[in-house]
T-cell receptor
Framework: EAGVTQSPTHLIKTRGQQVTLRCSPI?????VYWYQQALGLGLQFLLWYDEGEERNRGNFPPRFSGRQFPNYSSELNVNALELEDSALYLC??????????????FGPGTRLTVL | SQELEQSPQSLIVQEGKNLTINCTSSKTLYGLYWYKQKYGEGLIFLMM?????EEKSHEKITAKLDEKKQQSSLHITASQPSHAGIYLCGAAPRYNFNKFYFGSGTKLNVKP
């Protein structure tokens, strides 16, 4: 069974540009989570999508946005890039929300460098 | 401030030695996850603990959640170079359990 996939693996952008990261969940999973792991800051929750809707977001500015498609894949968009956006962006998927903990399966991540 | 405190921040051990990583919360945890991350790569789920006093093992890794559900420890027995990486504990608030948060991680190096 294929795991969570993310693309691209690496990306270099300059300040002010926009970027789109992509994530494909495990087949049958309907929830997708996005995390940012910046150097020295640990893993930070960004966004949660379930059944095509944004269900929750972390403490990030509105220039971080995304969407989930009918096939449950997801995009993370970051506008007006800033140097501190340089980080590893991780996507995770889980099966349908059941009111209790579901294990999250993580993708390999996209490393974004902003110059 | 970090809601989950991990210690130590980094660890270097000789191959074959045992080691323990701790994760402490100021709040009662609804559940506690342990992950391993290879440098710059995605997270690998190790185990999840939910009940106070619960203990789980996978190969040479054992994790425990204390009775008060505010502290967890991860113990590696007879460490190997393959155990090297960053170990993260993660959790979510009781009534918002889809908003995960993580500790800052423990970087483990195992010297052959």
């Amino acid at each position: 069974e294929a795991g969570v996939t993310q693309s691209p693996t690496h990306l270099i952008k300059t300040r002010g540009q926009q970027v789109t990261l992509r994530c494909s969940p495990i087949s049958g999973h309907t929830s997708v989570y996005w995390y940012q792991q910046a150097l020295g800051l640990g893993l930070q929750f960004l966004l949660w999508y379930d059944e095509g809707e944004e269900r929750n977001r972390g403490n990030f500015p509105p220039r971080f946005s995304g969407r989930q498609f009918p096939n449950y894949s997801s995009e993370l968009n970051v506008n007006a890039l800033e140097l501190e956006d340089s980080a590893l962006y991780l996507c995770a998927s889980t099966s349908a929300y059941s009111g209790s903990y579901n294990e999250q399966f993580f993708g390999p991540g996209t490393r974004l460098t902003v110059l | 401030s970090q809601e989950l405190e991990q210690s130590p921040q980094s660890l270097i051990v000789q191959e074959g030695k045992n080691l323990t990583i701790n994760c402490t919360s100021s709040k009662t945890l609804y559940g506690l996850y342990w992950y391993k991350q290879k440098y710059g790569e995605g997270l690998i789920f190790l185990m999840m603990l939910q009940k106070g006093g619960e203990e789980k093992s996978h190969e040479k890794i054992t994790a425990k959640l204390d009775e008060k559900k505010q502290q967890s420890s991860l113990h590696i027995t007879a460490s190997q170079p393959s155990h090297a990486g960053i170990y993260l504990c993660g959790a979510a608030p009781r009534y918002n359990f889809n908003k995960f948060y993580f500790g800052s991680g423990t970087k483990l190096n195992v010297k052959p």
